[in-house]
T-cell receptor
Framework: ELKVEQNPLFLSMQEGKNYTIYCNYSTTSDRLYWYRQDPGKSLESLFVLLSNGAVKQEGRLMASLDTKARLSTLHITAAVHDLSATYFCAVANTGNQFYFGTGTSLTVIP | DGGITQSPKYLFRKEGQNVTLSCEQNLNHDAMYWYRQDPGQGLRLIYYSQIVNDFQKGDIAEGYSVSREKKESFPLTVTSAQKNPTAFYLC????????????FGPGTRLTVL
């Protein structure tokens, strides 16, 4: 079974600071997804990373994928309060089954 | 607008009852999925279906059943055999191609009284 680990599980950061969330997975996969979830809401797709070295950026968020290290990072630049949410990474296997990390709960403090 | 709908948004069930959660998509996606999310946890796969009239068990299928009679619909029944069904249930779909992301419905929050 493919296992996905995220760290940290909880992150409290001040506005304007930078930080990185890490996502490690246990077996080979070239498909890595990042999602955002607001409290009581569903998941919203942020990034789809499909190859080694892929980097995608949207606003203050940037995601990257290193398939050799089985590692993806979600970097937050100059955090703002609106980024407070829970962030999940997910990895898909060849059978199109998706495995999710436990999530990183981000709180941005003014 | 294309998307995934789930109903009801909130559902209350008495112990011993079966309940069915609805999931409909008009995205013409081939694959559909059901996940369970407990407070402060990630998503765990209950069942998934790659094509009509076919579905596979996920990691926590015990106490649940599904059907896929139409491409657009993938209802989930929570049976009385599911010992702890109180959770947030999310339905998702993806196009059949291997590299497509999942799109999620708004979720159903089930509470057992």
């Amino acid at each position: 079974e493919l296992k996905v680990e995220q760290n940290p599980l909880f992150l409290s950061m001040q506005e304007g600071k930078n930080y990185t969330i890490y996502c490690n997975y246990s077996t080979t996969s070239d498909r890595l997804y990042w999602y955002r979830q607001d409290p009581g809401k569903s998941l919203e797709s942020l990034f789809v990373l499909l190859s080694n070295g892929a980097v995608k950026q949207e606003g203050r968020l940037m995601a990257s994928l290193d398939t050799k290290a089985r590692l993806s990072t979600l970097h937050i630049t100059a955090a703002v309060h609106d980024l407070s949410a829970t962030y999940f990474c997910a990895v898909a296997n060849t059978g199109n089954q998706f495995y999710f990390g436990t999530g990183t709960s981000l709180t941005v403090i003014p | 607008d294309g998307g995934i709908t789930q109903s009801p948004k909130y559902l209350f069930r008495k112990e011993g009852q079966n309940v069915t959660l609805s999931c409909e998509q008009n995205l013409n996606h081939d694959a559909m999925y059901w996940y369970r999310q407990d407070p402060g946890q990630g998503l765990r796969l209950i069942y998934y279906s790659q094509i009509v009239n076919d579905f596979q068990k996920g990691d926590i299928a015990e106490g649940y059943s599904v059907s896929r009679e139409k491409k657009e619909s993938f209802p989930l029944t929570v049976t009385s055999a599911q010992k702890n069904p109180t959770a947030f249930y999310l339905c998702a779909s993806t196009q059949g191609s291997a590299y497509n992301e999942q799109f999620f419905g708004p979720g159903t929050r089930l509470t057992v009284l």
